[in-house]
């Protein structure tokens, strides 16, 4: 059995007149991006991170990394994760090394959108900014990834009061 943690990046901000890829978080992004990631302690262990190297991904990553001590070793940036259709995100996850049980990608939308509810068994509408969806699939190597079964979702909005 193979466990997918998919994290959309954090808000970003657009306050600058940069290429998207140089987009930083903004400080609702930051904030959500602790608050997801210290809720998620002690509940997962992935032992491979992939993000896009775009730069509101990569710091919600690293945010993640911090708050859930998890070795930076662990950690790779891909930029074929800076795709918003989908395709290189599945390429990505099928090629990954089939000794790896839990992966976690941090990307972006609408690729991430896509993927769940091509991939999963409940409908998701959008996958917000910040947004986590665990998968689990009943296979053994990650080329052969089929649908699968979402164990968990957890959205900044479900986190406040």
Known sequence: MKTLII???AKSSWEYDIPDHGRPLNSRGIKNAEMI??????QINPELIISSEALRAKTTAEIFIKNLKIDSEKFYLNDDLYDFSGDSFIRVIKGCND???ELMIFGHNNAITNFVNGFGDIPIDN???????????????????????????????????
């Open 7 to 9: 994290v959309r990046h």
């Open 37 to 42: 990631s210290l809720n998620l302690k002690n």
């Open 99 to 101: 000794d790896i049980n």
């Open 127 to 161: 996958v917000p900014t910040c947004g986590v969806t665990l998968m689990t699939f009943e296979i053994n190597s990650w080329k052969e990834l089929r649908k699968g079964t979402i164990i968990k979702t957890l959205f900044p909005r479900d986190l406040k009061n």
